[in-house]
């Protein structure tokens, strides 16, 4: 049996803690898929290069407010979809060729715990010092009747296929549902959205997602309250049934893409022969420092959070680095605070408390919320429909949620996350700070001078 000093599960985020301070290390990489993970190959990267495509299209159309009369020719998705992964592919290769060259042993096939820290890959079996657990996730698949008798996609397949469908339902109501939702119909999809719950985006504050979900009602069909009773070939590509409270409803489109949540991926890793514990959700339990049940076992990322974002996972990867290499000085995450933005049309952040949280918390608050069309680049915007909302401690005057519909939102919203993380108060960042006039910014300073 192979025996290593240092073997890492997966090439997400758990490849980014390799620095030349491992060098000395004997190493094994552990990854049955593409290096760089679901970010690079499946997920943030390409999906936002689709998504800032998708943002040209819906400008040249929006264009048409400014008095600029644009025609978008009909995309050409091989072309763009080449484009993405013209960039991506190669780097599987060259991320292998790097990590081999180092001296680093690469298996490609997926590690699975026989013992607590005896790994079987493949034919061999390995035993290390010291593992890092960072398997990931995966789309959850329901099981509504019918989806195993049709070719449907997911968010792993979706940026790959050669076409761009007429009409497609999209089944979630999520992140992944709003963000290709908006790309496929600005390509020209005709598109549906089946969403459980009563409004789109629902973890975000309600006065957000009430707001995404009538703006994404101008643009596709979204039904509410669906259930999605079955699923059934058609001539079409695939008829689908769902139960909503006006009736039911049967659609028919030429693509499915189910996008209802992720899953972690410890049910293939045999956590419990690994001494791994797991909580009710399947996510590896860790201490504050990312240590797990096991000593020597560190986990991080989707495998072990519920986050499922990967400014968090890289922020876990560089604390277990720290810890592995620093043991008599251990660091933790401050991760009250997971910020997160959703690159649909308009964009979406958000950061900490939401108004319904507060309100379930009864925790004391006072709330501005200012529209863009409020500032002078707003106005320049011909905005109508996005705005900035913060929420505030009236004691103590710090900031406790703040979130943001409209453009530039994922980055609107970073001197608001500042603010919070270093403990600001609404008086510091509204007066202490310059805002550019006439930025978008404006728009924050306004709901902090309101609060
Ligand atoms: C479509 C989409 C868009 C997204 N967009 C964003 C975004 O804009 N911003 C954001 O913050 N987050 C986004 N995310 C979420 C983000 O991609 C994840 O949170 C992040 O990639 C998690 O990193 P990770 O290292 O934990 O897991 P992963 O990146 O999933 O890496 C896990 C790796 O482990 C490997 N593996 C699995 N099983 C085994 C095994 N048994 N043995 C060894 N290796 C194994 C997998 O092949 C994979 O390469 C998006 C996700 C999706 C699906
Ligand atoms: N911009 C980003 O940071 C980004 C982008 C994409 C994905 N992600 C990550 O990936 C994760 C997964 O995304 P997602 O969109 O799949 O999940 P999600 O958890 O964001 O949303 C799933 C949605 O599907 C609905 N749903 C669940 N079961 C359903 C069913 N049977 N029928 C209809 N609707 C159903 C839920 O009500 C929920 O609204 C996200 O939680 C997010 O953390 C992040």
């Not at 876990?316 to 660091?331: A, F, G, T, W």
Request: aromatic share 6%; net charge negative; with cysteine.
């Amino acid at each position: 049996m192979r025996h290593y000093d240092l073997v890492i599960l997966g090439t997400g985020s758990g490849n980014m803690l390799l620095n030349e301070e491992f060098d000395h290390l004997r190493t094994a990489i552990v990854e049955p898929d593409r290096f760089g993970g679901t970010c690079l190959n499946r997920g943030c990267i390409p999906s936002k290069m689709f998504v800032i495509t998708a943002d040209a299209v819906e400008d040249a159309h929006a264009a048409t407010r400014l008095g600029v009369h644009a025609s978008v020719e009909p995309v050409n998705w091989k072309a763009i979809r080449d484009r993405v992964f013209d960039h991506i592919d190669p780097l599987h290769e060259s991320a292998v060729d790097y990590r081999r060259k180092k001296g680093i042993d690469v298996y490609t096939e997926p590690g699975r715990f026989v013992a607590p820290k005896v790994l079987q890959v493949g034919d061999e079996q390995m035993t290390a010092d010291t593992f890092v657990v960072a398997v990931g996730s995966r789309p959850v698949i329901p099981d509504t009747p019918g989806l195993d008798t049709v070719a449907y996609h997911t968010s792993d397949t979706i940026m790959r296929i050669d076409e761009v469908p007429p009409s497609m339902v999209v089944l979630g109501g999520g992140f992944i549902a709003a963000e290709f939702s908006h790309v496929f119909s600005a390509f020209g999809t005709d598109v549906t959205i089946l969403q459980r719950g009563p409004r789109l985006l629902m973890a975000e504050d309600e006065q957000v997602s009430t707001r995404f979900t009538e703006l994404a009602s101008r643009r596709h069909r979204v039904l509410v309250n669906a259930k999605a009773t079955s699923v059934a070939p058609s001539e079409s590509g695939v008829q689908v049934t769902a139960t909503c409270p006006d009736g039911t409803h049967t659609i028919e489109a030429a693509m499915l893409l189910v996008c209802v949540g992720r899953r972690p991926n410890t049910d293939r890793l045999d956590a419990a022969a690994g001494g791994l514990e797991l909580d009710e959700h399947g996510h590896i339990v860790t201490d504050s420092t990312y240590r797990t049940s096991v000593e020597g076992v560190w986990g991080l990322g989707d495998a072990v959070n519920h986050f499922q974002l990967k400014h968090m996972a890289n922020a876990e990867s560089r604390v277990v680095q720290h810890n592995i290499l620093h043991p008599e000085d251990l660091r933790t995450l401050s991760n009250e605070l997971a910020p997160h933005a959703v690159f649909t049309n308009p964009q979406i952040a958000s950061v900490g408390l939401t108004e319904q949280e507060a309100r379930r918390r009864q925790q004391d608050y006072r709330v501005s919320v200012r529209d863009y069309s409020a500032t002078a680049y707003g106005w320049a915007l011909e905005d109508t429909t996005s705005f900035a909302k913060v929420l505030a401690n009236p004691v103590d005057r710090t900031i406790l949620g703040a979130h943001i519909i409209g453009p530039q939102a994922a980055t609107l919203i970073q001197p608001l996350l500042q603010a919070m993380m270093l403990g600001s108060t609404v008086d510091q960042v509204a007066r202490d700070v310059l805002y550019i006039h006439p930025a978008l910014t404006e728009v924050v300073e306004q709901a902090l001078l309101d609060l």
